[in-house]
């Protein structure tokens, strides 16, 4: 006779909540590995001139 089971999800919630489910940790800088080189040098570039602005606001706001 022919085999005919041929998956169950018995005990495996069981299996997965003994360890307790938990959410990937979240890190406040996400890796730039493997991002278009393009784009990371625009943004090197936009992170340098924001600050320039900066600058430029809090030297008219100290006046």
Not at 13 to 25: A, D, E, L, Q, T
Request: glycine letters at 4%; aromatic letters at 6%.
């Amino acid at each position: 006779m022919a085999k005919s089971k041929n998956h169950t999800t018995h005990n495996q919630s069981r299996k997965w909540h003994r360890n307790g489910i938990k959410k990937p940790k979240t890190h406040r800088y996400e890796s730039l590995k493997g991002v278009d080189p393009k784009f990371l040098r625009n943004m090197r570039f936009a992170k340098k001139h924001n600050k320039k602005g900066l600058k430029k606001m809090q030297a008219n706001n100290a006046r």
